[in-house]
């Protein structure tokens, strides 16, 4: 029984701790972002990295996505008669759910990762050090940039999987099941508000500051050569998932109630 | 110029530099020798700031860089350059870009100037025509070059190297070698370099310092290190396995008897 409560405590003095250093990272990151010279040219690379490199993937998954949901949601409320609903259905799903979750994962999985393996690279090759000695900041030149892009690059990239997800719903509803275009649109825009559209682009925004958080954070701490630079990856992808999916509960609690 | 007083750092339960003192005087070039493990990378850490000690102090030209705050240390870091054990050169950038990185940060000028300055400073190490290639073209003794190029783009009063040689065929080795010595003669900075590698130390220092178990135990120029009489250094210089020092998960009474 000690050993297990040993374990936990354990446990949670290394999550404390974690915790702390992320959040000593995100003042760190505050304090330098405000201070010139401003990092416009690598914050414009990091933009492309996080943001425009990640729209091919985000674009087909929220096609699909959107398409699979007509297609559910279609079959389902036909059995009760409220088949004409789908447009709705699939609009406020994207906009206020979907489009900044899944988004948000998709650019975890890809930037999140890829973040933290090129941070934890530079860390176990002495790169960051070799920063420090020629007298330049890291936070400033490496985390600031990626933080940036993350809180711009999220809601952007969310606002195309959002149309792009809702055009999926409608090319199941009006192209498959020949429901009527009029119809679907009607509907999508007689019950979507511009707090859905918005609020949902709130939450793109922290997820992605909290991606380019946790896996600069992930990268910047690493150590233990190469073995280190794959945990880190891996614990980034891992961390910044589960703190999207945990936080988009209370976040949509806050913003939607 | 360079004054470390009294060092102590520990990681965990590890106690690294255990009362270290050490002074390298203006202009002069000192080697740091000591084993695997030692802390020999620890001191360079220290003295450019990277890591601060758990007691003691280190003096960069009279001023207490233990005190200083962030911006205070990047001031501190302008009088450095740093060759890195493998070298360091950024991956995202090119050569000349990696040898002007400071040049660009600290100094505004434009980029046709930095470049230009690059390639002086790539020729000075002996390298012509790389300066648009990226690091991962290049050898591994190119990247020290390169490595050493970029210490000394900003014109640094300090030079820190971390195990010149290591990783490196002897031919190569010695080409660094001369190299160092090159700098000393023609940029008359100070410098501490940390190997393990006795014919670098022999070539390169004015003084050599022995560190064993966190302290300095002696220090002196290449030839009285060569004929000293402490035992540790002996072992250390001769390169033996049987003596004071010893290694982790060998048998050294095998060794004795074999000797």
């Known amino acids: 029984m000690i050993k297990y409560v040993e374990l936990l405590g354990k446990k949670i003095i290394v999550f404390s701790e974690e915790f702390g250093r992320i959040l000593l990272l995100l003042l760190s990151t505050f304090k330098q972002m405000m201070l010139p010279p401003f990092e416009i040219k690598n914050t414009v690379k990091q933009m492309l990295e996080i943001g425009v490199k990640s729209l091919p993937v985000v674009l087909v998954t929220a096609i699909f996505t959107g398409m699979v949901f007509a297609l559910q949601t279609y079959t389902g409320f036909k059995r009760f008669g409220a088949a004409d609903m789908v447009g709705t259905v699939v609009a406020l799903s994207m906009t206020r759910e979907l489009g900044p979750v899944l988004t948000g994962l998709i650019v975890a999985g890809r930037a999140g990762a890829a973040m933290a393996a090129e941070l934890g690279t530079m860390r176990v090759t002495e790169q960051i050090d070799a920063l420090e000695t020629l007298a330049t900041n890291p936070v400033k030149y490496l985390i600031v940039p990626r933080f940036i892009s993350g809180i711009f690059m999220l809601p952007a990239v969310t606002i195309v999987a959002d149309i792009i997800g809702i055009a999926g719903g409608y090319v199941v509803t009006v192209g498959l099941f020949k429901t009527s275009s009029v119809v679907y649109w009607k509907r999508t825009w007689d019950y979507l508000e511009m707090g859905d559209i918005y609020n949902g682009l709130i939450k793109a925004c922290f997820f992605g500051a909290a991606i380019a958080l946790i896996s600069s954070y992930k990268g910047f701490y690493t150590s233990g050569g190469a073995e280190g630079v794959g945990k880190a990856t891996t614990g980034a992808v891992v961390l910044s998932s589960m703190t999207i999916l945990i936080s988009d509960y209370f976040l949509s609690n806050w913003l939607f109630r | ?259």
Do not use: C
């Open chain 2, 1 to 259: 110029m360079i004054k470390l007083v009294d060092l102590h750092k520990a990681f965990g339960a590890n106690k690294v530099l255990q009362g270290l003192d050490l002074e390298v005087e203006k202009g002069e070039s000192r080697v740091v020798i000591g084993g695997s493990g030692s802390g020999k990378s620890v001191i360079l850490k220290h003295i450019i700031g990277l890591m601060k000690p758990d007691k003691g102090d280190v003096f960069i030209e009279g001023v207490n860089i233990t005190n200083l705050d962030e911006n205070g240390l990047y001031e501190v870091r302008k009088k450095f350059g740093m060759l890195f054990q493998m070298a360091a050169l950024f991956d995202s950038m090119n050569i000349w870009q990696n040898v002007g990185f400071a040049l660009i940060r600290q100094k505004n000028l434009k980029l046709k100037d930095v470049k230009e300055i690059a390639i002086e400073k790539l020729r000075m190490v002996g390298l012509v025509g790389v300066e648009d290639l990226s690091p991962a073209e290049l050898s591994g003794g190119m990247k020290k070059r390169v490595g050493l190029a970029r210490a000394i783009a900003h014109e640094p009063e300090i030079l820190l190297y971390d195990e010149p040689t290591t990783g490196l065929d002897p031919i190569t080795a010695d080409a660094i070698n001369d190299l160092i010595v090159e700098m000393k003669e023609r940029l008359s900075v100070t410098s501490v370099a940390i190997t393990h590698d006795m014919q670098s130390a022999y070539k390169i220092a004015d003084r050599i310092s022995m560190l064993y178990k966190g302290r300095i135990i002696e220090t002196g120029p290449p030839d009285e290190i060569k004929n000293t009489e402490n035992p540790i250094v002996k072992q250390f210089i001769t390169g033996s396995a049987a003596g004071p020092i010893k290694v982790e998960g060998v048998n050294h009474e095998r060794i004795l008897n074999r000797a």
